[in-house]
């Protein structure tokens, strides 16, 4: 396996970084502000999008730094999962860049979902406006009154009433709810109990201002709403779309849900290992800048050595998940269980650990919004658990490895 970067990602990488460096680090600071002044509670009716960011959106398109994530030359950049897992790296180490070159989950992922399972009404409908980043989408799968680890334990039902599917039950910590411009959401339902377990739910594509929907609220992690994105719980009362919004067919939400989840969890990982980057050069920074009992603080206490630690896991992290990326595109999907499975461990407790002895050398400024480090921390806890908690990814891997023996 060869990680370095082909002609193709250098390119895109170096346009990439100078775009981030030109046009977003000078705001990041001022947008972090603003957003807590603007986006305060969890009133999400009242969320705004911050003026700087369709600017930056537009200029994006116009670099040709859009859509990156998107393997299609037509309708994105062409780049494959290794090519774009550099590029995720980068924009992770901004909270709100991935919005700026319609990167962000999980818009990604819905995207992908509507071009390799989506109709050409669906897609004409649909993934069009996402992949102009005209609207912000939703998925509802994971849900407040059964062990959602166990995705199987889904009670939404999907029922077919004549030339309507009928949905019920409710969904929370559905990601970019609360977002102005969230227009669809891709909920998956039970809809076939007599099936056997990986064939009872479907996907159906529901616009979010469909009768009998309901927002109820916006969740926090720790303390944080997460605007304008927000992760919402809502509730779904005989709410009726059209057949027509059913993907692919009745019985095969898992089937797609195996398709979406392989390249996305590339993403989020590669998002996280340059989240850890960021936190690391703060760290570094700080430990530089600040003198305590007439040192610097990098000097005290074992800081080197912390240091250390934090760029060789960081590198271990990358370089598993570069191994995933290139198992997706040579052998599939399938073929690289074990690898996907592994970094959503590894990589979001590595990006914990990293996070937290960044917090510590900032001491009092780390808690709080003073620095960005509050919410990698928030961020780095969620990921533990957004796509499966650590103990399913680590099941996967045992039963694979065990499979070995037998």
């Given at each position: 396996?060869?990680?370095?970067?082909?002609?193709?990602?250098?390119?895109?990488?170096?346009?990439?970084?100078?775009f981030?460096?030109?046009?977003?680090?000078?705001?990041?600071?001022?947008?972090?502000?603003?957003?807590?002044?603007?986006?305060?509670?969890?009133?999400?009716?009242?969320?705004?999008?911050?003026?700087?960011?369709?600017?930056?959106?537009q200029?994006?398109?116009?670099?040709?730094?859009?859509?990156?994530?998107?393997?299609?030359?037509?309708?994105?950049?062409?780049?494959?999962?290794?090519?774009?897992?550099?590029?995720?790296?980068?924009?992770?180490?901004?909270?709100?860049?991935?919005?700026?070159?319609?990167?962000?989950?999980?818009?990604?992922?819905?995207?992908?979902?509507?071009?390799?399972?989506?109709?050409?009404?669906?897609?004409?409908?649909?993934?069009?406006?996402?992949?102009?980043g005209?609207?912000?989408?939703?998925?509802?799968?994971?849900?407040?009154?059964?062990?959602?680890?166990?995705?199987?334990?889904?009670?939404?039902?999907?029922?077919?009433?004549?030339?309507?599917?009928?949905?019920?039950?409710?969904?929370?910590?559905?990601?970019?709810?609360?977002?102005?411009n969230a227009?669809v959401m891709?909920?998956?339902?039970?809809?076939?109990?007599?099936?056997?377990?990986?064939?009872?739910?479907?996907?159906?594509?529901?616009?979010?201002?469909?009768?009998?929907?309901?927002?109820?609220?916006?969740l926090?992690?720790?303390?944080?709403?997460?605007?304008?994105?927000?992760?919402?719980?809502?509730?779904?009362?005989?709410?009726?779309?059209?057949?027509?919004?059913?993907?692919?067919?009745?019985?095969?939400?898992?089937?797609i849900?195996?398709?979406?989840?392989?390249?996305?969890?590339?993403?989020?990982?590669?998002?996280?290992?340059?989240?850890?980057?960021?936190?690391l050069?703060?760290?570094?920074?700080?430990?530089?800048?600040?003198?305590?009992?007439?040192?610097?603080?990098?000097?005290i206490?074992?800081?080197?050595?912390?240091?250390?630690?934090?760029?060789?896991?960081?590198?271990?992290?990358?370089?598993?998940?570069?191994?995933?990326?290139?198992?997706?595109?040579?052998?599939?999907?399938?073929?690289?269980?074990?690898?996907?499975?592994?970094?959503?461990?590894?990589?979001?407790?590595?990006?914990?650990?990293?996070?937290?002895?960044?917090?510590?050398?900032?001491?009092?400024?780390?808690?709080?919004?003073?620095?960005?480090?509050?919410?990698?921390?928030?961020?780095?806890?969620?990921?533990?658990?957004?796509?499966?908690?650590d103990?399913?990814?680590?099941?996967?891997?045992?039963?694979?490895?065990?499979?070995?023996?037998?």
């Amino acid at each position: 396996m060869d990680f370095s970067y082909n002609e193709k990602t250098q390119d895109y990488l170096t346009r990439l970084k100078a775009f981030i460096r030109q046009n977003i680090e000078p705001i990041e600071d001022k947008t972090y502000a603003e957003n807590e002044h603007i986006n305060p509670s969890g009133d999400w009716l009242n969320w705004k999008v911050l003026s700087p960011i369709e600017g930056l959106k537009q200029q994006a398109k116009e670099a040709g730094l859009w859509n990156l994530f998107l393997p299609d030359e037509s309708l994105g950049q062409g780049l494959s999962c290794t090519e774009y897992a550099p590029l995720a790296e980068q924009m992770g180490r901004i909270l709100f860049a991935p919005e700026i070159f319609n990167c962000n989950a999980p818009d990604t992922g819905n995207m992908e979902v509507l071009y390799h399972f989506g109709n050409e009404q669906q897609q004409a409908t649909w993934l069009q406006p996402l992949l102009n980043g005209e609207i912000r989408s939703v998925f509802g799968m994971t849900e407040p009154d059964v062990a959602s680890s166990d995705a199987t334990n889904m009670q939404a039902s999907i029922k077919e009433e004549g030339d309507e599917l009928v949905l019920n039950g409710k969904k929370w910590w559905s990601t970019g709810l609360g977002h102005p411009n969230a227009k669809v959401m891709i909920f998956m339902g039970l809809s076939n109990p007599e099936n056997d377990k990986h064939n009872q739910h479907s996907m159906v594509i529901v616009p979010l201002d469909t009768p009998g929907l309901t927002v109820k609220r916006m969740l926090t992690a720790y303390g944080d709403y997460d605007a304008p994105f927000g992760h919402g719980e809502m509730e779904l009362i005989n709410v009726r779309v059209p057949k027509e919004n059913l993907l692919v067919g009745m019985g095969k939400g898992f089937a797609i849900a195996q398709g979406r989840l392989g390249p996305g969890r590339i993403h989020h990982c590669m998002r996280a290992i340059g989240m850890a980057e960021k936190a690391l050069e703060l760290a570094i920074k700080r430990g530089c800048e600040r003198v305590a009992f007439g040192r610097p603080i990098i000097d005290i206490g074992g800081n080197k050595e912390r240091i250390a630690k934090a760029r060789m896991a960081i590198e271990q992290a990358r370089l598993l998940t570069m191994q995933a990326a290139w198992k997706i595109d040579n052998l599939g999907v399938k073929n690289a269980m074990v690898d996907i499975s592994a970094i959503k461990v590894v990589v979001p407790n590595m990006l914990q650990e990293v996070v937290d002895m960044a917090i510590q050398m900032h001491g009092g400024a780390g808690m709080c919004n003073d620095f960005v480090l509050a919410r990698l921390a928030a961020g780095a806890r969620s990921l533990r658990l957004a796509d499966g908690p650590d103990e399913v990814h680590m099941a996967m891997v045992s039963r694979l490895e065990l499979k070995k023996y037998r």
